[in-house]
């Protein structure tokens, strides 16, 4: 079992940047490609990034690219989402997933219970 938690979430601006983190613990954190969705209210959960084991590779959604960075830090279990530019259509419930074998539908193994971000107009 991997166990995850997210933080950071919040209420900011249009424009403006907040930084996710996740932290992972009950098994080797390396040995697994990390991601990150999110649900809006009355919308599907939708995939934002992910991240392969190493950091080497990153994947986005076409919403986020070029606004939204995930990354990792092995030493310290935990993945972050930085969000720039954000805009009040990012509003969601941001998830923090993980799993032993990425694919190409993302799909994960492991859920965090979730973090809100509100992004006001």
């Known amino acids: 079992q991997v166990q995850l938690v997210e933080s950071g979430g919040g209420l900011v601006q249009a424009g403006g940047s907040l930084r996710l983190s996740c932290a992972a613990s009950?098994?080797?954190?390396?040995?697994?490609?990390m991601g990150w969705f999110r649900q809006a209210p009355g919308k599907d959960r939708e995939f934002v990034a992910a991240i392969s084991w190493s950091g080497g590779s990153t994947y986005y959604a076409n919403s986020v690219k070029g606004r939204f960075t995930i990354s990792r830090d092995n030493a310290k279990n935990t993945v972050y989402l930085q969000m720039n530019s954000l805009k009040p259509e990012d509003t969601a419930v941001y998830y923090c997933?993980?799993?032993?074998?990425?694919?190409?539908?993302?799909?994960?193994?492991?859920w965090g219970k979730g973090t809100l971000v509100t992004v006001s107009s």
């Open positions: 009950g098994r080797t954190f390396s040995n697994y490609a």
């Open positions: 997933a993980a799993t032993s074998r990425l694919g190409p539908d993302f799909g994960m193994d492991y």
